[in-house]
């Protein structure tokens, strides 16, 4: 079975501020991860993928992940953060089954 | 480029009522995936597609859930009968077997049922 934790609902950071969304997994083989954002009322908007080659992987709108094999990580981070960042962050892991699995979700809020 | 589109964006019913979703992938894609979100149970797979073919079902609820592609355009999902706690919002996202793999989503419906 697959698996993602997010183990933070909600992550508060100040505008101009360094933010971090913390995601873990849990995947036979080798996993292909996600990272989607979904703002309020519209659909999850892909960001950025990991699947082969280098731990650190960038995407759109300036957020990269950081890839961790031994501590199953893929974290997601932005060197500076916009108040317009502000939106519902989740992670998702495919393995041999195609389909997504999804974390429960994070709330990221930043605060002008 | 059109994404992934669906219909109704919106959708309001009376339990017992049949309700159709409906989703047009991205033209090209040939894996379909149908998820639903709730607040209880977040995003969860209901079903996929492989070229039309559905692969996995394990996520449909119940017999009153059924889905269908009959093309590589078009894909339903059906609930029949609709009960309230059918009440989320249905995804539906589309990639390219053998690509990227990458999952793009559409808008959703939001369906509640009274």
């Known amino acids: 079975a697959q698996s993602v934790a997010q183990p933070e609902d909600q992550v508060n950071v100040a505008e101009g501020n360094p933010l971090t969304v913390k995601c873990t997994y849990s995947v036979s083989g080798n996993p292909y991860l996600f990272w989607y954002v979904q703002y309020p009322n519209r659909g999850l908007q892909f960001l950025l993928k990991?699947?082969?080659?280098?731990?650190l992987v960038k995407g759109s709108y300036g957020f990269e992940a950081e890839f961790n094999k031994s501590q199953t990580s893929f974290h997601l981070k932005k060197p500076s953060a916009l108040v317009s960042d502000s939106a519902l962050y989740f992670c998702a892991v495919r393995g041999i089954r195609r389909a997504l699995t999804f974390g429960s979700g994070t709330r990221l809020q930043v605060q002008p | 480029d059109a994404g992934v589109i669906q219909s109704p964006r919106h959708e309001v019913t009376e339990m017992g009522q049949e309700v159709t979703l409906r989703c047009k992938p991205i033209s090209g894609h040939n894996s379909l995936f149908w998820y639903r979100q709730t607040m209880m149970r977040g995003l969860e797979l209901l079903i996929y597609f492989n070229n039309n073919v559905p692969i996995d079902d394990s996520g449909m609820p119940e017999d009153r859930f059924s889905a269908k592609m009959p093309n590589a355009s078009f894909s339903t999902l059906k609930i029949q009968p609709s009960e309230p706690r059918d009440s989320a919002v249905y995804f539906c996202a589309s990639s390219l077997m053998g690509g990227k793999e990458t999952q793009y989503f559409g808008p959703g419906t939001r369906l509640l049922v009274l």
């Open positions: 990991y699947i082969t080659g280098d731990n």
